[in-house]
T-cell receptor
Framework: SAVISQKPSRDICQRGTSLTIQCQVD?????MFWYRQQPGQSLTLIAT?????????ESGFVIDKFPISRPNLTFSTLTVSNMSPEDSSIYLC??????????????FGEGSRLTVL | GQNIDQPTEMTATEGAIVQINCTYQ??????LFWYQQHAGEAPTFLSY??LDGLEEKGRFSSFLSRSKGYSYLLLKELQMKDSASYLC??????????WGAGTKLIIKP
């Protein structure tokens, strides 16, 4: 299993500003993911955070808007840049233990609830 | 395209049994997951099926039919704390998770 600490747990932000979300895992993991979950909707994968290389972004998400860092195997950050009200959402960090390509379960952080005014 | 379908909302009575269905169409299949998500909290893992059949884990069971692209989550002896959203997710041939929108389960006394 993995224990994930994510912060901030919630924040209220002004339009046009940027916010960085931190994700700390209690063990070294290969695969870290950033998800967005808008109210009443499914989880949407933003990107896979790769250690030592650039993140891999899903369709509809770009590095300029959601820059990601992954300096080591236990930590990652997601920045939501130049925020607008449409970015109001819960952002979730998750990890999958085991090898890449292993169909292991995902563990989630408690999420960061962002409200953009 | 890839698609996961599950009912938006279900209501059941405390002590009863409820079955939440999930149908899927994905490019390849490497297993199906069920997660529970209480309001305002992160999803937590419930079950994983990769072979056809029923997996039982206490009050919760999960069933898979790969030929039908179908799964269900069965919850027995419902308790008020089971009120939550239940998310179905399928891992495709690239080991990417495709998520359903979730089923909100309301338990009434």
């Amino acid at each position: 299993s993995a224990v994930i600490s994510q912060k901030p747990s919630r924040d209220i932000c002004q339009r046009g500003t940027s916010l960085t979300i931190q994700c700390q895992v209690d063990s070294q993991v290969t695969m870290m993911f950033w998800y967005r979950q808008q109210p009443g909707q499914s989880l949407t994968l933003i990107a896979t955070a790769n250690q030592g290389s650039e993140a891999t972004y899903e369709s509809g998400f770009v590095i300029d808007k959601f820059p990601i860092s992954r300096p080591n195997l236990t930590f990652s950050t997601l920045t939501v840049s130049n925020m607008s009200p449409e970015d109001s959402s819960i952002y979730l960090c998750s990890v999958r233990t085991g090898l890449a390509g292993d169909a292991g379960e995902l563990f989630f952080g408690e999420g960061s609830r962002l409200t953009v005014l | 395209g890839q698609n996961i379908d599950q009912p938006t909302e279900m209501t059941a009575t405390e002590g009863a049994i409820v079955q939440i269905n999930c149908t899927y169409q994905t490019s390849g299949f490497n297993g199906l997951f069920w997660y529970q998500q209480h309001a305002g909290e992160a999803p937590t893992f419930l079950s994983y099926n990769v072979l056809d059949g029923l997996e039982e884990k206490g009050r919760f069971s999960s069933f898979l039919s790969r030929s039908k692209g179908y799964s269900y989550l069965l919850l027995k002896e419902l308790q008020m704390k089971d009120s939550a959203s239940y998310l179905c997710a399928v891992m495709d041939s690239n080991y990417q998770l495709i998520w359903g929108a979730g089923t909100k389960l309301i338990i009434k006394p």
